[in-house]
């Protein structure tokens, strides 16, 4: 997405240990705007496939998963990282950080995730892959069925997208980067 590109490589920074500092459009302040030209690509890329909810894990999802739930007239469901005292029975997993060094609880209330779900799961950043694996083992535990998974910036080079595919999940991500190494910011070709 030729947009998006530009803008990463306009405001984006690549910082040491292979992290893409995004906070003026997606991680902090947010372009409305670019969004929703995000979530129309989203749309494009999943055309065909039959969805009724958009899934996604707070915080940083959520804003993309809005604006394609919006476009689509579907229910976006967020993940949360704590438990809320309101919520009696959950579906729950555990997902491991690597930017973070740390292992978080990730929830659903089996309210808003069931077996007649059809689900597309969308994120900001595909690293390692280890958040979007705990949403596949939600939805696998509500017994939904996943349609695919959409992530605005890929980052090749940690192989979250083979843990994917390797489970039958199609995968779409928008701008993939291959190298932030030497504060450089490529993409793949
Ligand atoms: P993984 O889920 O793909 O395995 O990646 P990892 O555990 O390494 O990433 C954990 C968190 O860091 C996720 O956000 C992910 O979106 C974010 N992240 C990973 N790589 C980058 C990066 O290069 N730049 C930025 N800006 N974020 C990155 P999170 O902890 O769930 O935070 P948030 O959604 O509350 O912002």
Redesign the pocket.
Known sequence: MELLKQRILKEGRS?DG??????SF??HQLDPKLMQAIALEFVQRFQGEEVNKVLT??????APAIMVGYILGVPVVFAK?KKPNTIDKVLHTK??????NVT?DVIVSPDFLTSSDRVLFI????????????AFDLINQSGASLVGMGFV?E?SF?G?REKLECNGIKVESLAQ?AD?SDCKIAFKE
């Open positions: 910082l292979g992290i893409l500092k995004v906070d997606i991680n894990i707070e915080a940083s999802g959520i990282k997902v491991y950080s690597f930017t973070k978080y994120d900001d950043f595909l690293a390692n892959g280890n958040a979007a694996l705990g910036i980052k940690q979250g980067i932030l």
